[in-house]
Each structure stands twice: as structure tokens, then as C-alpha cells.
């Protein structure tokens, strides 16, 4: 196996070869499609049950809605077909016939949702409406790049019917404030968040609401979204209800979602020179023991005692421990092999560990200590949970640093474009001045809620909030 | 709601209703598509996870393959195409583009997984690869029934390469065990096994296995299949190996799924005149709570913090409890409600309940007996196992009263179309008797590891084996 591209001068390349040599996935033959192998699959599934286990208890329940929509659905709110008629992929054709009408596999589930909202939602009583599903979707991408970006992706959409206004925007404030601590508590990735600009929103919605972080390179991501859809695609599919007055009214509308970018952004947020480096809450393997001896010595048969001790000890207490036994492999070529794959801790377990009672435990942040067998499995424990706080200090330390906040694009815009970062600056809102940071390569990427500056980035009109403008993903 | 027609005389009335009155399913606006509703979503993720755990703890690795395939692969197996052909659907356009080859919607995964592994398999080490994909496929189907037969289905792949031929073999049987214990332990459904024949095996096998149960209307359903693909794939694709002697070899290929028809299997089993019967080992809510009391009396504090303090123990314990506090329905409502979605038990709790330190537990067969309230967790866990088993038990009785056994087609097939039911015959294996079973609307099931009968159904001449013919979905 190469060596891994330099993080520092060739992020994108250390990108693209450190998802494929870790295994996290492969070059699929279909263009702009991925495949998912089985280390990359474990690590979505890990974060799949953190969602799906708020997504439930924050009152919502799965679904399943057909992939195929009618081409005249998408069309029935305008700005929703504006945004994706150019990424639509079409079937036309469908047991050996042409279609009547073709189909669209799904960019995203508004249209089909509240096609049968609208059947459903005939009184107050039927409200809320608050479903989920997990699904694959398909936008058409001219520049493809693995988890980031593909034709195929998988995610989970909400989307939600309520009574009032104001209970629609408490939702998407909810499923906001779930999605943060997704990040931060178990991606172990800061994050800031905020509304979106009328030109970046989601197209149909009132407001979309964002939450971005920074990676390594010094670029943004946006994690995921929730929108307040207000009434118009309640409007668009004629979605009416008696309210408790007794009177004819439009349902508020809500969806929300994050997508398997949230891989991408775990590996260019966390990862090394030594490849990728796991949050312990989501990592496949938390812990990989590595037995150390000579074949056919007394001391094997101990050694492997002690392995097999210790990993049982710790799968009891609901760790996900591997032991790596292949006797092809040199223990060196091992530390490589998991140190590349991300998992937090090696325990290595040699004879002179056994003759001494203990084993030594080594972080996949470079510290090393011998641990007694006696309190190995709380010390694992401990070990996890700091390094999972250690994961997120140091990337929040990283996205403090580059911070900055700059008064006048035409100032802070070279270096933007040069080092990247994220900018705090002023804006009047227009979206005349938003098309100005193009020439950085940048974008807004959310509304603050604050007013520290004055003017606008660019035309220098009164702001009318903070914003924060990067490159982005 | 209307009363659900005759499940004797009215079968496939009764189910078309009963999926929509249960709200497991709706009926969607794409042609042969379904929607799966919260509460037959919940079914299926119960059935999901006791299935991804038999399939993890076997050894294999979840992934995600793309969800299109470009046609040109599904044309290097023969058989495969020409099984498959007139069930694609196919996306011609892209991205606002005619594509250059057309891609299809994938109705299985063979061939791109198999392309995959082309490039995966170089040496005996890198085997067996064993993996797994939840997903959803394509069919057109020209007669869709919801669950047993639409456009889109959600079921799991298993894809898996060996060394030997023993191996795949060895493969194909286990997780045929699992499916069986998958049908008999979880599901309650009992269900016949073997080999499917020659005309009846998946396009591309050598053999396949198969499993099927009888449903109440004494036609077979074919409940999932295990396939034994020998090496035709891996020539198709080209999938040479070192073995461990260094020549090169072809891996030896297996396959194996079950899909979403089994919720469909649950409803046609279990299933009576007041609505679903479910298992409680699937049942999303194991356990419904009815509090009786007129409101505003004194009554009711006391009654329902006798509902709260029984939820709570159930829900400690990991049973599936929910509470009916609608106050806008009767409990005569609330009673004719949750027979008809299935829930195995009810309690209700009203003020002589109480003030006798007991609560009313009613099963969905219709057992109805008092229960102290020191003993109702105990108590309602034992009745829930006993359920269960009653139900298999249940379904069992009426396998067995319909599987007979006949010499002569011209003399069973009248009764067989008429009534229904297994019934088990010798068999030549010649396509040309199999054909002859049209004429009853039957079809060869599976073949039987028996040899009861000396002589062919149709021709007279030496049976092979005896095999199981019927009617069947």
C-alpha cells in the first residue's frame, strides 16, 4: 500500500486515497455512484441508529415512500422543479414499454409526501403529521466526489404537518438542535449554524436552516438542513383542513435531513498524516487487541489467554473490540493497518505484559501506557470517553483559530480564497453583494445571529446581520 | 370504517382492506409502488432486525451498492437477462441528457456486486467475502398485490464468494436455517423447504432453495430463496483467483433474500375476521393500555395512575407498550381498533379494577381473565410467549389439515384448484409434466427430500422425488 498523500499541501489527495485504503469505500462503475463496503456501511450505521434513535424520540415515526415520482409532481411547486430539474435522473421506459408519463427517481420526497398529506389531512385532529424515512436518492452530479457529493446518496428526510406556524417552526428548530448534538456529542464535530441566504435555501422553502463545519483544509461543509416549508407546497398539493374553529385551513410544513456527506466530513475533519482517526460513539471497532509472540512458544498459549480474557471482559461491557490474529501479519504491519482504519485504541499484549499483569494501551493519538489487567476495562472506559472529548476540543480548537472577521471582502477576500476559513463579516443581504465573493470561490454559508458588524462586506449599506462567508464543499 | 368482507369467502377483499384499515400500507400514486405506513414500517424494522442480526452473527458485513446498473451487465449472464428483461425499468435520460448506455433500475444485484468482486478476489486469502444489502429494487410487475407483489420492494441481498464449492454449498443451506427459523420462531408462519425446480429456480442458479408457507386461503406463498449460483456468475464476470495450490480458480457464488412480502405473509397467516393477528416477537406494540373512567370523577387520578405505574414496569422490562388515553373515542372504539391492528394484548383498567388491585387482560384470540397487579409483569411476559407459540401452533394445525397427498393430477388438480391447499405427489421432473399443473392454476412449490411416491403425477413414469404442488401467489 502507497504511502498516503501529504494532509497538509495535497488534502484532496490524501482524501481520495485515505477512503479507499481504509476501505470506507470503492470506485463504482456507474458514474458518480459509490459503493459503501463494509467498515465504511458499519460506520453509517453507527451514526444511522444515534439519528434514527432522536428522530423517534423526538416523536416522529419511519416510512416508506415510493423511489419513483411522476415528472408532473416535482413540477407543481415552481421553485422545487427550478432546483432540480437539471440533476433529475429520468425512467422512461418500464417493462419493455415507454412510459405514458416518465418518472423520476427521487432527488428528495416533498412532492410524493404531500401528494398524500393531502389524502390524509382532513381535520385538525389528523395533525401532526410527523414521518421519516431512510432512504437512497438520486441527484445528477457533473462533479462527483466520494460521500461529499454523489448521484446516489443515502440519508434520512423528515418531513412533518402541523396546525400552527408556530409549532412548524419549533420543529425545525428541534430537529436543528438534534442534528448539533449529533455532531458535537457523538461526530465529535463543532459546528456553527443558522438560516441560510434566499439564494442558498432549499428550493420551495421559507427558510432552510443550516449547520456547517470546517474541515482541514480550511473549507466548509454544510452537515445538513431543516426547512420550514411554510404553506406552499401545502398550497401546490391543495392540502386542506378544518381547523378547530371549524374553518378551512393550509397546513405548515417542515423537512429536515443528513445525508452520508456526514462520512466525509468525520474523515476530513479528524483524520492525520496516518490516516483516519474515529470518534469512539461511532467508530466500527473501538477497540482492536494485538497479540505479540513467537509461534510454538510456552508464551503463546498465555498470551492468547490474556487476549481472550481481556476482549471478552470488554465485549461484555459493550465495546466493540476486534481481535486482529491473522498470523500472516507482523505486528508492525498491523499497528499500520489500524491506524489507517481510525480506531481509537490498540491494546498490544506480548509475553513480558502477561509475565507483569498487564497490557499496554496505546490511543490513536500517539499516547502510550502500560495498564494492569486489573482495571484494564475501566480504563478502556475512561480512555474512550476522554478521547472522544479530545477529538472534539481539538477540531473546535482548529475552527477558532480560523475564525476570523473581516470588514471588507475586498480586504480579508485573498486570503479567504488562498488559506481559507471561515468569515464573519456584515451584510446588507442583497444578493448582488452575496455573487461578489464568487470571485474568492466563496459563499454565505449562514446567518448569524449577531450584529457585530455595521456595514456590508461589499457595498457598505448598513448590514443587516452577521454572516459567515467561506469556500465551501 | 366498513366492516371487513368475509375472510372465508371474500380472502383477497378481506386483505386488500384489512392492509389499509390496519394503516399498515396506502395506496400510492405511482403504478405497483406501495406505501408503507408507520405502523407496517414498524413491523417490517422488528422483522429487519431480528434478520440483520442472524445475518451479522453468521458472519457477514452489511454494504450499499449503486442503485443503478448499467444494462450492458446484466446482458453477461444469459439466463439473467432473459429472466429479467421484461421486468426493468429503465433510465434513458440524466442530468437533463440523454445517457450513452442506458442504466437500469436495479432489480437484483448480482451483476454489479459480482463486477465488484471481480476486482476484490485475487487470492484464496481474500475469500470467502460474505456481505449483505438492505435495499430497494425494481420489478414491473403487470398484476402488483401490496407486499406480495409490487413494483418496488424493500428486502435484504446476501452476496457471497468461496474458495470450494463444499463452502457455497455449506452457505446456501445456513442461511436457508436462519430463514426457517426467521418464518417458525419470529414470524410463527411454519413453512415447507427444498430445492424449487429447474423452470421455477432464479434466472442464472444451478439450484435454488426455497421456503413457503400456506396461507389461509390454501394458496402457498413463497416466502424467500437461497441460491446456489455455482461459478456461472464469476465466468460471466471474469472472476479468477490463486487458489491456495497457485492455480487459478473460479470462486463459487451464493445468494440469498427475503423481501417485504413477509409482512404480507404475517397478515394472510394469522389474520381473522376482526383484522391482524401479529406474533408479539414483530407486533410494534406488544401490549395497549385502555384507561376506563368518566372523566371528572375521582375515579379517574386513580385509575390512571394504575395505567402509568403498569406502563412503566412493561416498558422497564423491554415490552412494547403503548397507552390509549384518546379521549375523544370509547373504549368500545379503542377495543375494536387494536383487534384490527393486531396487538397481541389489551389491559383494561377501570375504577372496580382498582379498588380489586387487578387489571383486565384480554388477548387478541380473545382469552379474557383478571390479573393481580403483583403479578401482572410476570404474568403478561408469560402470556405473550404462550401467544406466540400458540400462533405457530395455530398456523401449524392448518398446514398440516391441508397438505395432502395425491397420485394422480387428473384426480387431486380439481379439488386442488376449487380448495386449495400443499399438495405433496411424485414427480418425473420433466418440464413438460410441470406444465400440465396450469390447467389447475398450480405450480411445482418445492422438491420434497422424500420419495413417497413411486410414479410421476402426470406421465406415470419413475418419480425422481416427491414435490409439492399448489396454488401460489
Known amino acids: 500500500m502507497k504511502k498516503l498523500p501529504d494532509i497538509k499541501t495535497h488534502f484532496p489527495d490524501w482524501y481520495n486515497q485515505v477512503i479507499y485504503d481504509a476501505q470506507l469505500t470503492d470506485q463504482s462503475p456507474v458514474r458518480g455512484s459509490i459503493i459503501i463496503r463494509p467498515y465504511g456501511y458499519a460506520l453509517w450505521e453507527n451514526i444511522k441508529s444515534i439519528m434514527d434513535e432522536k428522530i423517534k424520540r423526538t416523536g416522529h415515526h419511519n416510512v416508506a415512500f415510493p423511489l419513483l415520482i411522476p415528472e408532473s409532481f416535482l413540477k407543481r411547486e415552481a421553485d422545487h422543479i427550478e432546483g432540480f430539474a437539471p440533476e433529475l435522473a429520468v425512467v422512461t421506459h418500464a417493462g419493455g414499454k415507454k412510459l405514458e408519463e416518465p418518472l423520476v427517481v427521487r432527488p428528495t420526497s416533498e412532492t410524493i409526501i404531500h401528494y398524500m398529506f393531502a389524502k390524509w389531512i382532513k381535520s385538525w385532529r389528523d395533525l401532526p403529521i410527523k414521518i421519516n424515512q431512510w432512504a437512497n436518492v438520486i441527484r445528477w452530479e457533473l462533479r462527483p466526489r466520494p460521500f461529499l457529493r454523489t448521484t446516489e446518496f443515502f440519508w434520512q428526510e423528515g418531513h412533518t404537518a402541523h396546525a400552527t406556524k408556530d409549532e412548524a417552526q419549533t420543529e425545525v428548530l428541534t430537529m436543528l438542535k438534534e442534528y448539533i448534538d449529533l455532531a458535537h456529542n457523538y461526530l465529535a464535530i463543532p459546528v456553527v449554524s443558522g438560516l441560510k441566504s434566499e439564494s442558498e435555501k432549499f428550493p420551495g422553502a421559507e427558510k432552510t436552516y443550516t449547520f456547517e463545519a470546517l474541515m482541514q483544509d480550511g473549507k466548509a461543509l454544510q452537515m445538513g438542513t431543516s426547512h420550514f416549508l411554510s404553506q406552499n407546497f401545502a398550497k401546490a398539493f391543495n392540502m386542506q383542513f378544518q381547523n378547530e374553529k371549524g374553518e378551512l385551513a393550509y397546513p405548515w410544513l417542515t423537512s429536515w435531513g443528513v445525508t452520508t456527506r456526514l462520512i466525509g466530513a ?208
Open 266 to 473: 468525520v474523515v476530513m475533519v479528524h483524520g492525520d498524516q496516518k490516516g483516519l482517526v474515529l470518534p469512539p460513539k461511532i467508530a466500527p471497532i473501538q477497540v482492536v487487541i494485538i497479540p505479540i509472540f513467537k509461534s510454538g512458544t510456552d508464551a503463546q498459549n498465555k498470551v492468547l489467554g490474556t487476549v481472550s480474557e481481556v476482549f471478552e471482559k470488554l465485549k461484555v461491557k459493550g465495546v466493540r473490540v476486534h481481535i486482529d490474529d491473522d498470523r500472516h501479519k507482523t505486528p508492525g504491519a498491523k499497528f499500520y493497518e489500524w491506524e489507517l482504519k481510525g480506531v481509537p485504541i490498540r491494546l498490544e499484549i506480548g509475553p513480558k505484559d502477561v509475565e507483569k499483569n498487564q497490557v499496554m494501551m496505546v490511543d490513536r493519538l500517539g499516547n502510550k501506557m502500560p495498564v494492569s489487567l486489573d482495571v484494564i476495562i475501566a480504563n478502556v472506559a475512561h480512555r474512550l470517553e476522554e478521547f472522544q472529548n479530545e477529538l472534539f476540543k481539538r477540531a473546535q480548537k482548529n475552527m477558532q483559530e480560523s475564525w476570523h472577521k473581516g470588514e471588507k471582502l475586498a480586504q480579508f477576500g485573498p486570503d479567504l480564497e488562498k488559506k481559507g476559513g471561515l468569515y464573519q463579516t456584515g451584510w446588507c443581504q442583497d444578493p448582488n453583494c452575496e455573487i461578489e465573493l464568487k470571485k474568492y470561490k466563496a459563499s454565505t454559508r449562514c446567518l448569524l445571529d449577531k450584529a457585530e458588524f455595521k456595514a456590508c462586506f461589499h457595498c457598505g449599506k448598513p448590514s443587516k446581520t452577521d454572516v459567515i462567508v467561506a469556500r465551501a464543499y
